[in-house]
């Protein structure tokens, strides 16, 4: 794992990137719509202009979900990224959601005809810089396991989806003129517009449900819980441990993982526990950038977690460090 302070200037490095192109983009789309009178380009300039706020606030915040984790923070700050990450999803949401009404409001007044041929040049040229901006996140971040810089290269997938779509859409749409669907020209650019917004909504939803997730301490997907399952039953059954219960929790970009077990005999040993977790540690760690872990012996077959603690014996396979 990279070393805390490398990892914050990496993602701070990967956000104010990001911050400059998108304020680029911003201006530029604006401008844009401007000049061309499109409804889809206007869309495009308040969306990455509504990404600029949460940058800011995200760029100021950062330092804090690398703080080391503590008894008074025992999870760190890392539900303050997962709270950001909603707050940015509602505002993308309601900036498409907004957007797409008055795109749908123009249309019922008759529509507005548009230059196919200029908004396809400006945004196939819009989406190459969105696409080489993308590549150099993706590589700075191949490091990195951060939910903000995966947030933010979904917006830059979202944006080069939408620029290179527009452009292939727009130069398309001056042949309409020649075929039955002649009728539907004026209306283009806002049909294109809401088609967008449903293009992107589920990708949206599922960052926004992830977070929420993380907020609450939710457990994670069934894979993940597979992959926990699948690393660790191997090792535990080389010590005839027997698994009961898992409890996995994310909070933003890392694991919390209590794997409670039995064993048949009357006595454990301490050497053994300590064995089995360091294996179990070393492995989580080469499947999940971010995992703390502990295994837990514990008597009852119905596990409470909260009453197993009470009664149990355990050894965090790693111990709480600077995230």
């Known amino acids: ?154 917006g830059w997938k979202l944006d080069i989806s939408y620029s290179l779509g527009l452009s292939i859409a727009f130069f398309l749409s001056q042949f309409l003129s020649i075929t039955p669907l002649a009728f539907l020209a004026p209306y283009f650019d806002q049909i294109v517009a809401v088609a967008v917004v449903l293009f992107m909504l589920p990708e949206n939803l599922s960052m926004l449900w992830q977070a929420i997730q993380d907020v609450f301490l939710f457990a994670p997907g069934d894979d993940i819980t597979d992959q926990v399952k699948e690393i660790c039953e191997p090792i535990l059954a080389q010590y005839q441990f027997e698994p009961l219960f898992y409890d996995i929790t994310r909070t933003g970009r890392r694991l919390w993982i209590s794997v409670y077990f039995q064993i048949a005999q009357d006595a454990l040993s301490i050497q053994a526990l300590q064995n089995a977790s360091t294996q179990v540690r070393s492995a989580l760690s080469e499947q999940f950038d971010s995992c703390t872990s502990e295994l837990i012996v514990t008597t009852d077959h119905a596990v409470d977690p909260a009453y197993a603690r009470c009664m149990s014996v355990s050894i965090p396979s790693n111990e709480p460090e600077a995230l």
């Not at 201006?27 to 061309?36: N, Q, S």
């Not at 696409?131 to 590589?139: E, G, K, N, T």
């Open 1 to 154: 794992m990279p070393k805390p302070r490398n990892t914050l200037k990496n993602e701070t490095t990967i956000l104010w990137i990001s911050f400059v192109a998108g304020l680029g983009c911003a201006v530029v789309e604006l401008l844009g719509a401007i000049y061309t009178h499109s409804e889809s380009v206007l869309m495009d300039a308040a969306y990455d202009a509504s990404e600029l706020i949460i940058i800011i606030l995200t760029l100021f915040l950062t330092p804090l979900f690398h703080k080391p984790i503590s008894e008074k923070h025992p999870y760190g700050f890392l539900q303050v990224e997962s709270i950001f990450i909603i707050i940015k999803s509602f505002m993308l949401l309601s900036v498409t959601v907004g957007l797409s009404v008055s795109s749908i409001q123009t249309a019922l007044s008759g529509g507005n005809h548009v230059n196919g041929g200029q908004i396809s040049l400006f945004q196939l040229c819009l989406g190459l810089f969105c696409l080489a901006i993308y590549l150099l996140m993706r590589h700075l971040n191949r490091s990195l396991s951060s939910p903000t810089v995966h947030a933010e290269l979904l």
